[in-house]
């Protein structure tokens, strides 16, 4: 008679509840839908802004006049249509476009322009001696500036317009 009891007790002991690997299998797929959710909603929310393609420019263009005056080259600002990049200017006076790295060309994306207030290319300077430039990015709605001064570049949101009251 005990015999019996405790290989009903054993049987209902193992029945009773989840393995270690299984708890764990299903805390992983828990994990991996929770991550493509969270990935999926940032997608969303991470689409191009006026802000962070004039941010973008700022720091692409103090790379390239740090790398003139660290490199002890002429390096230039070239923008076409729908983007912008980077060229070198040899001893011939030649450009070669930069390809790689922070220096590559750039796309803008869709609705976002760039107006600049200087004919391209601008070349910056070896001592800092670089053409000052101003350009204006925007989508219809935002408007962000870029300066450069000759030697650092930065990105300001563009003051609004005040409105005037009719006479």
């Known amino acids: 008679m005990l015999r019996g009891g405790a290989d009903s007790a054993a049987r209902r002991a193992s029945q009773a509840g989840m393995t270690l690997i299984e708890m764990l299998i299903v805390l992983a797929i828990i994990g991996v839908a929770a991550g493509a959710v969270t990935l999926g909603i940032g997608a969303a929310s ?3 802004s006026v802000e962070s393609e004039a941010r ?10 740090d790398d003139a005056m660290l490199g002890d080259r002429l390096v230039a600002f070239t923008a076409e249509k729908h983007g912008y990049g980077f060229a070198t200017i040899g001893a011939n006076g030649r450009m070669a476009a930069r390809t790689e ?11 976002i322009t760039l107006t600049l ?10 001592d800092g001696s670089g053409k000052p430039m101003a350009a204006s990015i925007d989508n219809g709605s935002q ?7 000759g030697l650092t570049a930065s990105a300001l949101p ?3 317009p005040t409105p005037t009251k009719p006479r």
């Open 158 to 160: 563009a003051p609004t």
């Open 56 to 65: 973008r420019l700022a720091s692409r263009l103090q790379a390239a006049a």
């Open 143 to 149: 408007r962000w500036l870029v300066r450069y001064d």
């Open 117 to 126: 207030d200087t004919r391209p290319p601008v070349v910056l300077g070896v």
């Open 101 to 111: 790295g922070a220096l590559a060309p750039h796309t803008l994306p869709g609705g």
């Open 46 to 48: 991470r689409k191009p």
